[in-house]
């Protein structure tokens, strides 16, 4: 799409207000609704990608428009051909099979025998569910469409007077629709996707997707009703699924609901769609809008952000209503797509899988700060559910103990393969063990510490203590090191020396390990981590910063900034600790500057946004996102890889939609907002000097507080902070040279302001130069 194009649907889409008056009224930081929230569309959409999401984790739906019919494309998270890998025989080809074959210099057995099969073989793979189609000829000419963020509502009008409204109940496992005004016969259609019939049955680029045909699936059934139509299908192994949709006509209304269920096999007892369906026909509309309602009131009231850059902030709304369409405790994480699989005829981009060397960790970033832990929550449960599986693959392809995951899995967490030095990278449980981390440090839930956090952390120290070696130095190595995706899948993608990735994740791991083993009282363990800390190299760095490994810096433009995951997200090199490690990041940032954009996709700006944030670069940071949201997105908000806007801010112009870049960003805007990874809460530390109006409201930090703030002519006036589980509170004072008030006595340390709170204690700051108000 031309950039202008895109960017006209940009500005003529509604702007977000929020209904802030910090400083206007006596409890500034109480928590105002917002009182207009929408996206609007000048006509249907006519590709699925660009199609209206809904969703809750579980099912999802996109709204557009197919050859003149209005069509829903209905997904379900936990529709997957989980066939088996056969090519992975770990007895045969493990971790030591791939060295001794690098090595020898024989790597193109090692491509053939785990990258190969993943591109070429159709399962196992996410699938569709099915489309549920209108004929809506009829009606005549759209006269708009719109998305109703707040109630999450898709609402079309038709200039002949017809409305639709539709949505996917927030916590239950049903969509519904209603037309309204209706001057026609209007009546549902279900169409299967096509896993039988004309087309091609070539392997294709697992990118572009494969053929739907290539599964080999027989054809479903559909039985039609009076008012009922249901699609049961058959796919892998006895797996099933179903769909089916209910209505009702009265006068000139059309109401209906739809469901999808699934079954492991002829046992399974699972409630089928159409039970689902036939309770929710008697119990009506109104009751699940209720409840719908209720849930996305309660997901915006979480926090809120104003922003003078409107398309950023249309942006971050817009990512941040997807967070709560695709994250959701008790529901499969968010994988490539989430719930809004491809309905064009193919597998989705990647296979619709779970990528855990970057996807998985980025789609969770904006839960912290955001406010939004108990969304993130079912991603940490997913990957507690399935350790056996990951450990028994630890002792299977690596012959430790301890833990490492699949970088590539199913929706089981079984490894599926691809360019195994990331898909079997060694420190894929270490990136995700940050997870666990902060959550347990935006929580500071001491439960969570105990049975989960520490307990997945140990278990990665004792991977990494068992596969690593000491050098000709005495330091530790990994037998081989990788850099995701440096080099590709070719055999230089794999390095001798510790690459920086590799590095930065293992020096966090035992980093944290020694943090959390002392904060448990586990003094032994904690010390023990603290000596294998001591046993790993430093970082390769020279006059451009962060290298990629000993010897080889960061030549050519790159998509994955994985040589600087030491300083975000991992934060171990940081500004806080000095002159020495302020250097090393504006030398790197600089570099990747230098090399510039030509081969990044989007969520690299996404990624650049946060880095540059973390570096207090606001000006730099605004523009990395400013270039995302403008051209790394469909009209819908969906990220799609590719620069869209013929500008040439990358060379990369193709489209496979997938969600990480989209919620890197909102973490990037949050992160221009608040910051806390140092110990230290800094308000407004990377905004760009010509934002003189900002603010924010219970964004949550570090320590498990919840703060409010608001500037006002580029000065900060009110600040308000809420201890959820009590502590040490130290503020870097936002004031600047303007004397402030408090409510509570605390201390002063130079720039920091040190309160000691108790559980649910509220503390209010005001400026005592407010002479704007």
């Not at 090519?87 to 053939?112: A, I, P, S, T």
């Not at 942006?315 to 529901?331: E, N, P, S, T, V």
């Not at 590095?503 to 009282?521: F, P, V």
Request: hydrophobic fraction near 40%; include cysteine.
């Amino acid at each position: 799409m031309e950039f202008n194009k895109l960017l006209r649907f940009s500005l003529s889409s509604a702007l977000f207000f929020l209904l802030f008056m910090f400083g206007c009224q006596e409890k500034p930081q109480e928590q105002l609704p917002l009182y207009y929230m929408e996206r609007s569309f000048p006509e249907l959409a006519q590709s699925w990608d660009e199609g209206i999401p809904l969703g809750n984790a579980t099912l999802g739906a996109l709204v557009w428009q197919k050859e003149g019919k209005l069509r829903f494309s209905l997904d379900r998270a936990d529709l997957w051909d989980l066939r088996q890998m056969e090519n992975l025989d770990f007895e045969k080809y493990d971790f030591n099979w791939v060295v001794k074959q690098w090595e020898g210099k024989q790597y193109g057995d090692v491509q053939r025998q785990f990258d190969v099969p993943y591109d070429t073989l159709a399962g196992p793979s996410k699938i569709p569910g099915a489309a549920l189609e209108f004929d809506i000829s009829g009606l005549g000419e759209v006269e708009s469409v719109k998305l109703d963020l707040q109630k999450a509502v898709c609402v079309i009008h038709w200039k002949n007077g017809t409305i639709l409204r539709t949505f996917v109940h927030a916590t239950e496992p049903i969509g519904w629709y209603r037309f309204e005004n209706l001057n026609t016969d209007l009546l549902p259609k279900v169409v299967p996707p096509p896993y039988v019939g004309a087309g091609s049955t070539e392997a294709l680029n697992p990118v572009s997707g494969q053929d739907l045909r290539r599964l080999g699936y027989s054809a479903g059934k559909i039985a039609e009703n009076e008012n009922s139509i249901t699609y049961d299908q058959e796919g892998w192994d006895g797996f099933q699924f179903q769909v089916n949709t209910r209505w009702k006509k009265t006068g000139d209304q059309l109401e209906g609901s739809w469901s999808i269920s699934s079954k492991r096999n002829s046992q399974d007892t699972s409630i089928l769609a159409s039970e689902v369906t036939d309770k929710a026909f008697w119990k009506g509309i109104e009751e699940y809008e209720k409840d719908h309602f209720t849930w996305w009131n309660n997901f915006w009231n979480a926090s809120a952000i104003t922003l003078p850059d409107t398309l950023l902030q249309q942006q971050y709304y817009m990512d941040m209503y997807k967070l709560g369409a695709a994250a959701r405790q008790g529901a499969p994480p968010i994988s490539l797509q989430s719930v809004w699989t491809a309905d064009n005829g193919k597998l989705p981009p990647w296979k619709g899988d779970f990528h855990h060397d970057l996807n998985t960790q980025l789609s969770y970033w904006p839960t912290y700060a955001g406010n939004h832990l108990e969304l993130e929550q079912g991603f940490l449960d997913w990957l507690n559910q399935h350790k056996h599986t990951f450990e028994k693959y630890t002792r299977e392809y690596f012959g430790t103990n301890g833990l490492n995951v699949p970088g590539v899995t199913t929706l089981e967490g079984d490894p599926m393969g691809g360019w195994i030095q990331y898909a079997f990278g060694p420190t894929v449980s270490a990136w995700l063990g940050h997870h666990f981390y902060l959550h347990w440090k935006y929580s500071m839930d001491r439960e969570f510490l105990k049975n989960d956090a520490y307990p997945w952390i140990k278990g990665v120290a004792v991977f990494l203590k068992e596969l690593s070696m000491l050098d000709k130095d005495g330091k530790r190595k990994l037998p081989l090191s990788s850099s995701p995706e440096i080099h590709d899948n070719s055999a230089k993608a794999w390095f001798d020396q510790m690459t920086n990735y590799d590095l930065a994740l293992i020096r966090w791991t035992y980093t944290a390990a020694a943090e959390l083993a002392l904060e448990l009282g586990y003094l032994d363990e904690a010390e023990e981590w603290n000596s294998l800390l001591a046993e790993w190299p430093n970082y390769a760095i020279d006059g451009s910063g962060l290298m990629v490994a000993p010897g080889e810096q960061l030549e050519d433009s790159h998509r994955h900034f994985s040589q600087v995951m030491a300083i975000h997200p991992l934060g171990l090199i940081d500004a806080a600790n000095g002159e020495e490690d302020l250097e090393i990041i504006n030398n790197t940032i600089a570099h990747l500057d230098k090399i510039g954009s030509s081969k990044w996709t989007g969520y690299s700006f996404a990624w650049l946004g946060n880095l540059k944030a973390r570096a207090r670069d606001g000006k730099g940071a605004a523009k990395a996102l400013e270039d995302f949201a403008s051209s790394f997105v469909l009209p819908n908000s969906f990220h799609v890889n590719g620069d869209q806007s013929g500008t040439g801010k990358s060379d990369f112009t193709y489209r496979p939609f997938t969600l990480e870049g989209n919620f890197a960003f909102a973490a990037g805007v949050q992160e221009m907002l608040i910051q806390s990874h140092s110990g230290v809460v800094k308000l407004f530390p990377a905004i760009p000097d010509d934002w003189q109006d900002v603010s924010f409201t219970t964004l949550r930090t570090q320590g498990a507080f919840l703060v409010s703030a608001n500037m006002g002519n580029g000065k900060v006036d009110k600040v308000e902070v809420i201890s959820q589980k009590g502590g040490r509170l130290i503020l870097e004072n936002p004031f600047g040279q303007v004397e402030f008030s408090c409510d509570k006595a605390f201390e002063r340390d130079g720039q920091y302001i040190i309160l000691d709170l108790i559980e649910g204690e509220k503390v209010v700051f005001n400026s005592l130069n407010r002479s704007s108000l």
